[in-house]
């Protein structure tokens, strides 16, 4: 195995998919310069991809209760004045691959 940190820059939007090495591990979301950043450890032997989803919801905002709840981040931006709220799961899920 050789494993490496990485970051992913994200949007502030309600769901996004990030595609990530399938054995990986998410470790957080932070603020880096004003931007969402998402920090995962790979296994960069890993051939396989998977995928992670995020959903973003700002405070006062509805939650649909699809939420992934493994990874809650709160991350301020603005000086604290914008505030979200991060989810996620721990471990990406694999793509299927194609079955011939």
């Given at each position: 195995m050789n494993w490496k940190i990485y970051k992913y820059?994200?949007?502030i939007t309600d769901s996004q998919t990030i595609?990530?090495?399938a054995e990986s591990v998410v470790l957080s979301i932070k603020n880096q310069?004003?931007?969402?950043?998402?920090y995962v450890l790979s296994d960069l032997d890993c051939e396989r991809k998977g995928k992670v989803r995020i959903e973003c919801r700002g405070t006062g905002h509805?939650?649909?209760g699809t939420e992934p709840f493994e990874i809650v981040e709160t991350?301020?931006?603005d000086d604290g004045n914008l505030?979200?709220?991060f989810f996620t799961h721990r471990m990406p899920i694999p793509y299927r691959e194609s079955i011939s």
């Amino acid at each position: 195995m050789n494993w490496k940190i990485y970051k992913y820059e994200l949007e502030i939007t309600d769901s996004q998919t990030i595609d990530v090495p399938a054995e990986s591990v998410v470790l957080s979301i932070k603020n880096q310069h004003e931007k969402p950043v998402l920090y995962v450890l790979s296994d960069l032997d890993c051939e396989r991809k998977g995928k992670v989803r995020i959903e973003c919801r700002g405070t006062g905002h509805p939650c649909t209760g699809t939420e992934p709840f493994e990874i809650v981040e709160t991350v301020l931006f603005d000086d604290g004045n914008l505030v979200f709220h991060f989810f996620t799961h721990r471990m990406p899920i694999p793509y299927r691959e194609s079955i011939s």
